[in-house]
């Protein structure tokens, strides 16, 4: 088997990669949240001329060809999602969902968790306060069974971000017009008084109106600096919080500090967790060895696939650091792809971040997925060849732009 051709195709928000064989074997996966970059089409193209004759079930052999010229985004995304892609064409050819590749699966069930961004089914679509993101909470563990939940909160919630100045919680925080994260550090500066009381006070409402009946991480930024980050850790230690996620660095941030991170987490009782942005293992080995962190969260279409997380999360349990796992954002490729690795990672595995699909027509031209593969806040692993989701073509066709016509043919 050789690989013809690599297309791609922007589908609602996301860009999708389709690998061609000339065995009529095909694999497919997403880039996550495509949404916040430009056309990476030409990225594609320079990787497919890497690829175009060599064998996709030798996934390691046609890793090591791009890997190396892969990076921090958008590169790294477009490699991780050729790497999923290629997963995807070694378990249909093989027989088998790609667990089976992975080592086989050491679970029927895998636990996700949802993220606190604004939707119509909630009591409070664009909450702004924490007794509203607490309602919104229990809502989620009401209609779903989630039984963990992320919410956004200091430079991560773009209510605090927009109010810092104006409020004075922070003394130089600077938002753009547009607001946007994409920043060198995020958008803040030393925490005020106020700025770090109300940031307590956040949590401390959260958890008393919810209590221990869903678990509640919060995710923090990029943008505190690590001494506003450890009081901040420090002072919300009575309420057991599931984790404080990138206090310092994160989104859109293409290092992590790990020395930073350390000195927090090495002094408070709060679990801290970082390491979605990261590409590759290799730029783990400092947060890992230094046990700088309680938790990692590499995202597989960033950090350079789904066997890279899997390396990862082995990795990361042989020096007592929980995984869970970033989410690939809008995409229902993504989530059959996570469900796949998680279902082999070993106890470290506390949860993956759910990715809902965004259109909801998105489950309308696909097939493979279960009816009942979602309940309790755990997704069934199920048993289809490769990732466990194909299209629809008939129906998927309609939504192609005029110039990707041509992805399925």
């Keep these: 088997m050789k690989i013809i051709d690599i297309k791609s195709a922007l589908i609602g928000y996301n860009l999708t990669l389709r690998v061609v064989t000339d065995k009529g074997v095909d694999g497919y996966a997403q880039v996550e949240e495509n949404r916040s970059f430009l056309n990476l089409k030409p990225v594609v193209e320079f990787y497919k001329n890497m690829l175009i004759g060599c064998d996709p079930t030798d996934v390691e052999s046609c890793m090591r060809r791009i890997r190396r010229v892969g990076a921090f985004k958008p590169w790294g995304k477009v490699v991780s999602t050729i790497e999923m892609a290629l997963w995807d064409i070694a378990g249909k050819e093989a027989g088998v969902p790609v667990y089976k590749l992975l080592g086989g699966k050491v679970r029927d069930k895998v636990r996700v968790y949802c993220s606190m961004y604004a939707t119509d089914k909630l009591p409070y679509p664009k909450a702004a306060t924490p007794e509203e993101r607490a309602e919104n909470i229990l809502a989620l563990n009401e209609m779903a069974g989630f039984t963990i939940v992320k919410s956004p909160v200091a430079f991560h919630n773009m209510d605090f971000a927009r109010q810092a100045d104006e409020l004075g919680f922070a003394y130089d925080s600077y938002l753009p017009d547009p607001p946007a994260r994409h920043m060198d550090n995020a958008n803040g500066s030393m925490l005020t008084e106020k700025g770090l009381n109300y940031l307590i006070n956040y949590v401390a409402t959260i958890k008393e109106r919810v209590g221990d009946k869903v678990g509640i991480a919060f995710d923090c930024g990029p943008g505190l600096y690590p001494n506003d980050a450890y009081k901040f850790a420090k002072a919300v ?39 979605e942005q990261i590409y590759l293992r290799q730029n783990y080995k400092e947060l890992i060895e230094t046990e700088a962190v309680n ?32 989410g690939i954002f809008d995409g229902v490729f993504g989530m059959a792809a996570l469900m796949q690795v998680t279902a082999t990672m070993p106890n470290n595995f506390i949860a993956f971040e759910f990715p809902e699909a965004h259109p909801a027509w998105w489950y309308d031209i696909v097939d493979g997925i279960p009816n009942d593969y979602f309940k309790d806040g755990h997704v069934k692993v199920w048993d289809k060849p490769g990732i466990g989701v194909e299209f629809i073509i008939p129906k998927a066709e309609k939504y192609l732009l005029p110039e990707d016509k041509d992805f399925f043919l």
């Excluded at 938790?295 to 990862?312: Q, S």
């Design 237 to 275: 230690e009575p309420y057991n919080v599931m984790w404080l996620e990138d206090l310092i660095t994160g989104d859109y941030t293409p290092y992590n500090m790990a020395k930073s991170y350390r000195d927090i987490t090495i002094h408070t009782t709060t679990n801290i967790h970082t390491g």
């Design 295 to 326: 938790v990692v969260g590499p995202d597989p279409a960033d950090v350079g696939g789904i066997a890279e997380l899997k390396w990862i999360a082995e990795y990361a349990n042989l020096h007592g650091i929980h995984m869970a796992p970033h």
